[in-house]
């Protein structure tokens, strides 16, 4: 049988795989003379891939019987058990109702208050004052939350120091033990997250203002702008974008409770206003040894946590055209 002969490659094959060489040629080039970067880079993409991609794993023993002696393989599928279990819990209304109330509070109330706080202190002139505030106000992030917590402790004690403030102002008539009192722990939570995370949480708008150009600042000036209207009107319309994806990111964690902190201060008599998802998922997982039923609890904060971040990304982009993608 006769055989056809084979057709050349007609121009615009090779044409078209012309710029493709080139293109990866150019490539090559560029990652050598970046070669010290890219390999930092690479060095962090392997880690996240080995500490958070393959570990994921093991969130199949949420639908298993998982017993830490033997293997996962072998632990025998229960599907949705331990989902339809932590559905049916009675101290799930109590656990929801004290991460939402405390996460939803941190963000309405400890979400502006960084913004506020970098554009007045945008403001300072005095250089040396600037940087002594920014100073005092970053302190406190790199001490731990078992460090605070017994400051916190000490303070908030019968004998604290701010039970001898408010009675020597007359304000209470005799100690009040805060931690032991679960009205007061929300409050306590709040304002010591704030005092931590005010100063570290400002950095991020602080590079996003010095970025603004001068020449929106001099321009409102000759329109008669004064301080507070630049920063109205310059200032945070400038730094808008990187507002939006901190609050996208934010709402996304909504669920998140900084286990640590909870852990540092709750105690058994404020336990019907400490007990957070965190702390649920650790007590139900570590303590009582139930890894199969604390996976799946987990597991399903992860994907409320998915949810949130994409409504937020999508309702951002609709409102303002800023997104993460």
């Known amino acids: 049988m006769d055989m056809e002969p084979r057709q050349a490659p007609s121009v615009s094959a090779k044409n078209a795989k012309a710029p493709r060489a080139s293109a ?16 930092m880079a690479l060095l962090g993409v392997v880690w996240m891939f080995i500490f958070n991609y393959i570990p994921m794993y093991g969130i199949i023993i949420a ?15 229960v599907g949705l058990e331990h989902f339809r279990e932590f559905l049916d819990d009675d101290s799930l209304g109590n656990v929801i109702r004290n991460t939402l109330g405390m996460s939803l509070l941190k963000l309405i109330i400890g979400f502006p208050l960084p913004i506020l706080f970098a ?31 017994g400051i916190l402790a000490t303070w908030l004690s019968d004998i604290g120091v701010l039970n001898n403030i408010l009675m020597a102002l007359n304000i209470i008539d005799e100690p009040i033990s805060y931690l032991a009192e679960p009205k007061y722990f929300w409050t306590i939570i709040i304002a010591s997250d704030i005092w931590k995370e005010l100063g570290w949480s400002a950095i991020i708008y602080l590079a996003a203002i010095s970025s603004v150009s001068p020449e929106m600042y001099e321009a409102a000036t000759i329109d008669g702008a004064g301080r507070f209207q630049k920063m109205w009107y310059v200032t945070l319309p400038s730094i ?20 640590d902190q909870i852990l540092v201060l709750r105690n058994s008599l404020n336990d019907s206003a400490s007990n957070v998802i965190d702390y649920y998922v650790y007590q139900t997982g570590i303590l009582s040894g139930r890894y199969s ?27 303002n055209g800023t997104s993460l993608y």
Do not use: C, M
């Not at 639908?63 to 599928?77: L, R, T, V």
């Not at 996976?295 to 946590?305: D, E, H, M, N, R």
């Open 240 to 259: 808008k974008s990187t507002i939006t994806i901190l609050f996208i990111l934010a709402v996304s964690g909504v669920l998140n409770s900084n286990f």
């Open 119 to 149: 554009l007045f202190l945008n403001e300072l002139r005095s250089i040396k004052f600037k940087r002594t505030v920014q100073t005092i106000s970053y302190l406190p992030h790199f001490l731990s939350w078992v460090v605070l917590g």
């Open 63 to 77: 639908f298993k019987e998982y017993d830490i002696i033997g293997s996962i393989s072998e632990a025998p599928w």
């Open 293 to 319: 039923y604390s996976t799946a609890v987990g597991l399903i904060k992860s994907v409320i946590a998915l949810i949130l971040l994409l409504l937020a990304n999508k309702v951002s982009k609709k409102i």
């Open 24 to 39: 990866a040629l150019q490539l090559g080039k560029k990652f050598l003379r970046q070669k010290h970067i890219q390999t």
